[in-house]
């Protein structure tokens, strides 16, 4: 066999994560927030992703706290919710995904929206205290602030908000980044995506690396 | 309700199309690379990624051609698997990650290399004629190089190869591009990912947009 590589993961990790140090601007980090925006950088696989990085001063601790007390995880998409590395969860959480509900398609016409946004009405039951971590459809995020517009809609812990693209992408972060409804923690612009929001839950859920 | 949106997904994808084709430089793609490259762009949220995008000349129609036969797709991690949009594929194709697999730790052991490459060893089966998308672990596409290198191997079709990071991404892909054992599309250097890697698989699936 030619080729030879480094084939240890503990050491892939330690090396990749060495090098985002030390290529990385993490010094506007607090410490509960750099592992987060480390991991963030390594799923992008692009240094100066941590420059577009925004998280309200109590997101890191408010997300922690409330995996640590057995919150779900709210999920936008299967490729999120696929993502969360089981292992590292504090409390067994339960990581949701209601995209694929047999309901979801009627109910999007009924609302004219996405099955993305349409799905987030199936949250409700789990919404309060959650993690939610939106890391595809603008549309879900647009919902979900609208949602929360309602004083009866359940509360969550924190809002991962990183739908990727460019159309309502960069829109739909602006204004959970405006509202902060609860702590948050967004990609500004039109970067993000499901495996740099799994990067995020992946940080808070363990301090493992 | 405060935020209002476009909510039709139809429309958010015809306008991300046309402002990634107004923006991009695509002009190097011929015309069955082209909705490749911008499917792949549209999932990175990033324009300029279509300068690291390199295809084989053969690839979209060898990749096209095989999905047609009914060939399955073989994912190196359930965030590609999950992200393949299944009523776009041609012939109810088979889309197989056999990274959870009960046996891959004990294999990943027994091979002193990470579960991600021990997986590989599963799609010997499945490997001949196949479209492989490997959207996370350098380590799998190294492995799948080696493996090729018996002629005892059954040959893929074409291969999607766009892991992402820091340790072994770039390295990876270039060993791939340099050998070419099939056709095949990379994502040169440190991006890439699995949501690039589905966007991929989806273009050549089916030329809706």
């Given amino acids: 066999m030619s ?3 480094e ?4 050491a892939i990790y330690a090396q990749s994560f060495a090098m985002i140090r030390a290529e990385a601007d993490l010094a506007r980090f607090a410490p509960e ?3 987060i925006a480390v991991r963030m950088v390594h799923a992008s696989g692009m240094v100066g992703l941590e420059q577009h990085v925004r998280m309200s001063p109590d997101f890191a601790t408010a997300a922690r706290a409330a995996l640590i007390a057995g919150a779900p995880i709210l999920c936008d998409a299967r490729m999120v919710s696929e993502g969360v590395t089981r ?4 409390a067994d959480n339960q990581v949701i995904c209601t995209l694929h ?10 609302m004219s929206n996405t099955r993305s946004a349409a799905a987030l009405e199936l949250w409700r039951p789990h919404l309060g205290g959650a993690l939610v971590a939106i890391g595809n459809a603008p549309t879900a995020l647009f919902h979900l602030l609208n949602m929360l517009e309602d004083p009866d809609c359940p509360r969550p812990a924190a809002i991962i908000g990183c739908p990727v693209g460019f159309v309502g992408a960069r829109e739909s ?16 612009g039109r970067l993000g995506g499901s495996a740099i929001t799994v990067a995020a839950i992946n940080a808070i859920a363990s301090r493992a690396e």
């Avoid at 084939?7 to 503990?10: K, L």
């Avoid at 292992?87 to 504090?90: E, G, Y």
């Avoid at 509900?101 to 009924?110: E, Y």
């Fill in 3 to 5: 080729y030879t590589y």
């Fill in 101 to 110: 509900d047999a309901s979801v398609p009627d109910r999007a016409k009924a």
């Fill in 87 to 90: 292992t590292r969860l504090p």
């Fill in 7 to 10: 084939t240890d993961g503990a």
């Fill in 33 to 35: 927030e750099e592992p």
């Fill in 173 to 188: 972060k602006d204004a959970l980044w405006a509202d902060q409804p609860v702590p948050c923690c967004i990609v500004q």
